[in-house]
Protein backbone atom coordinates (compact mmCIF):
# COMPACT_ATOMS: atom_id res chain seq x y z
CA UNK A 1 0.00 0.00 0.00
CA UNK A 2 1.54 3.52 -0.95
CA UNK A 3 2.30 5.97 1.83
CA UNK A 4 0.04 8.73 3.29
CA UNK A 5 0.11 11.51 0.56
CA UNK A 6 2.61 14.12 2.75
CA UNK A 7 -0.44 16.90 2.71
CA UNK A 8 -2.65 14.57 5.06
CA UNK A 9 0.18 14.30 7.28
CA UNK A 10 0.79 17.83 6.96
CA UNK A 11 -2.78 18.51 7.94
CA UNK A 12 -2.52 15.66 10.92
CA UNK A 13 0.57 17.03 12.20
CA UNK A 14 -1.17 20.50 12.28
CA UNK A 15 -4.00 19.38 13.96
CA UNK A 16 -1.88 18.37 16.86
CA UNK A 17 0.28 21.52 16.77
CA UNK A 18 -2.20 24.03 16.93
CA UNK A 19 0.20 26.72 18.51
CA UNK A 20 2.56 25.93 15.06
CA UNK A 21 5.49 24.85 17.44
CA UNK A 22 6.81 22.06 15.01
CA UNK A 23 6.27 19.44 18.06
CA UNK A 24 3.76 17.52 19.09
CA UNK A 25 4.09 16.43 22.67
CA UNK A 26 3.90 12.76 23.53
CA UNK A 27 0.51 12.63 25.47
CA UNK A 28 -1.18 14.62 21.97
CA UNK A 29 0.35 11.78 20.07
CA UNK A 30 -1.01 8.91 22.58
CA UNK A 31 -4.69 11.03 22.12
CA UNK A 32 -4.16 10.70 18.54
CA UNK A 33 -3.50 7.37 18.89
CA UNK A 34 -6.55 6.38 20.56
CA UNK A 35 -8.62 8.15 18.51
CA UNK A 36 -7.58 5.57 15.51
CA UNK A 37 -9.09 3.14 17.43
CA UNK A 38 -6.79 0.29 16.41
CA UNK A 39 -6.33 -2.22 19.75
CA UNK A 40 -3.53 -3.88 17.91
CA UNK A 41 -1.66 -0.56 16.96
CA UNK A 42 -2.15 0.82 20.74
CA UNK A 43 -0.94 -2.90 21.94
CA UNK A 44 2.22 -2.90 19.91
CA UNK A 45 3.52 1.61 19.66
CA UNK A 46 6.25 2.83 21.45
CA UNK A 47 5.07 6.15 22.57
CA UNK A 48 7.70 8.50 22.34
CA UNK A 49 8.99 10.24 25.56
CA UNK A 50 9.89 13.09 23.82
CA UNK A 51 8.12 15.60 21.79
CA UNK A 52 7.83 14.46 17.87
CA UNK A 53 8.78 16.65 15.08
CA UNK A 54 7.27 16.26 11.77
CA UNK A 55 9.46 14.20 10.17
CA UNK A 56 9.52 11.68 12.91
CA UNK A 57 5.99 11.58 12.94
CA UNK A 58 5.89 11.20 9.20
CA UNK A 59 7.96 8.40 9.76
CA UNK A 60 5.42 6.53 11.92
CA UNK A 61 2.33 7.13 10.05
CA UNK A 62 3.80 5.58 7.28
CA UNK A 63 4.36 3.03 9.22
CA UNK A 64 1.33 2.72 10.45
CA UNK A 65 -0.21 2.93 6.95
CA UNK A 66 1.49 0.19 5.95
CA UNK A 67 0.96 -2.07 8.36
CA UNK A 68 -2.89 -1.77 8.38
CA UNK A 69 -5.62 -3.69 5.75
CA UNK A 70 -5.20 -2.73 2.71
CA UNK A 71 -9.19 -1.57 2.85
CA UNK A 72 -8.71 2.33 2.68
CA UNK A 73 -11.89 2.64 4.34
CA UNK A 74 -10.29 1.29 7.19
CA UNK A 75 -9.15 3.92 8.69
CA UNK A 76 -12.36 6.21 8.38
CA UNK A 77 -14.46 2.83 9.80
CA UNK A 78 -11.84 2.86 12.88
CA UNK A 79 -12.48 6.84 13.55
CA UNK A 80 -16.48 6.05 13.15
CA UNK A 81 -16.41 3.25 15.80
CA UNK A 82 -13.48 4.82 17.70
CA UNK A 83 -16.01 8.43 17.86
CA UNK A 84 -19.60 5.93 18.41
CA UNK A 85 -18.96 5.61 22.39
CA UNK A 86 -22.13 4.18 22.48
CA UNK A 87 -21.87 1.43 20.03
CA UNK A 88 -25.08 2.60 18.44
CA UNK A 89 -24.09 2.33 15.09
CA UNK A 90 -24.89 6.20 14.88
CA UNK A 91 -22.54 9.01 15.67
CA UNK A 92 -24.88 11.69 17.46
CA UNK A 93 -23.81 15.09 17.81
CA UNK A 94 -22.86 14.88 21.09
CA UNK A 95 -20.33 12.49 20.36
CA UNK A 96 -19.00 14.11 17.39
CA UNK A 97 -18.57 17.14 19.98
CA UNK A 98 -17.03 15.19 22.75
CA UNK A 99 -14.43 13.48 19.93
CA UNK A 100 -13.39 16.71 18.00
CA UNK A 101 -13.60 18.47 22.02
CA UNK A 102 -10.91 15.59 22.53
CA UNK A 103 -8.92 16.10 19.13
CA UNK A 104 -9.05 19.75 18.77
CA UNK A 105 -9.13 21.46 21.93
CA UNK A 106 -12.25 22.16 24.07
CA UNK A 107 -14.76 24.70 22.42
CA UNK A 108 -12.48 25.32 19.29
CA UNK A 109 -15.72 24.03 17.13
CA UNK A 110 -19.51 25.94 18.57
CA UNK A 111 -21.95 23.41 18.76
CA UNK A 112 -23.34 25.07 16.04
CA UNK A 113 -20.44 23.77 13.81
CA UNK A 114 -20.71 20.43 15.24
CA UNK A 115 -24.40 20.61 14.13
CA UNK A 116 -23.47 22.16 10.67
CA UNK A 117 -21.72 18.54 10.29
CA UNK A 118 -23.79 16.29 11.29
CA UNK A 119 -26.78 18.30 9.48
CA UNK A 120 -23.80 17.60 6.20
CA UNK A 121 -23.51 14.17 6.51
CA UNK A 122 -26.97 13.32 7.74
CA UNK A 123 -28.71 12.00 4.48
CA UNK A 124 -31.55 10.19 6.43
CA UNK A 125 -32.40 13.27 8.46
CA UNK A 126 -32.71 11.71 11.57
CA UNK A 127 -30.07 13.83 13.16
CA UNK A 128 -27.20 11.36 13.33
CA UNK A 129 -24.86 9.76 11.33
CA UNK A 130 -24.24 6.45 10.10
CA UNK A 131 -21.41 5.00 9.14
CA UNK A 132 -22.39 4.41 5.59
CA UNK A 133 -23.12 8.79 5.99
CA UNK A 134 -19.69 9.03 7.66
CA UNK A 135 -17.92 7.00 4.60
CA UNK A 136 -19.45 9.53 2.05
CA UNK A 137 -18.65 12.47 4.21
CA UNK A 138 -14.98 11.11 4.28
CA UNK A 139 -14.84 10.53 0.51
CA UNK A 140 -16.20 14.19 -0.33
CA UNK A 141 -13.56 15.81 2.20
CA UNK A 142 -11.07 13.45 0.27
CA UNK A 143 -12.08 14.77 -3.03
CA UNK A 144 -12.14 18.44 -2.16
CA UNK A 145 -9.10 18.16 -0.69
CA UNK A 146 -7.33 17.19 -4.14
CA UNK A 147 -9.14 20.09 -5.55
CA UNK A 148 -11.87 17.96 -7.60
CA UNK A 149 -15.30 19.00 -8.26
CA UNK A 150 -17.89 18.42 -5.33
CA UNK A 151 -21.20 18.62 -5.36
Known amino acids: MSDIRPEEIKEAFALFDPQNTGKIEPSVFWDFVNTLGDEALKATIRIPT ?11 MNRYNQDK ?9 RAFYSIN ?3 SGYVSTQE ?3 ALD ?10 A ?5 ITEGDVSGDGRITLEEFLKVMHKSEKKHRGE ?3
Not at 70 to 77: A, C, M
Not at 102 to 111: A, D, I, K, M, W
Not at 113 to 117: L, N, Q, S, W
Open 69 to 77: DKDPEEPYR
Open 85 to 87: KDG
Open 102 to 111: SFLGPNVLSE
Open 113 to 117: DVDEI
Open 96 to 98: LKT
Open 149 to 151: HVL
Open 50 to 60: HSLEIKEFTDL
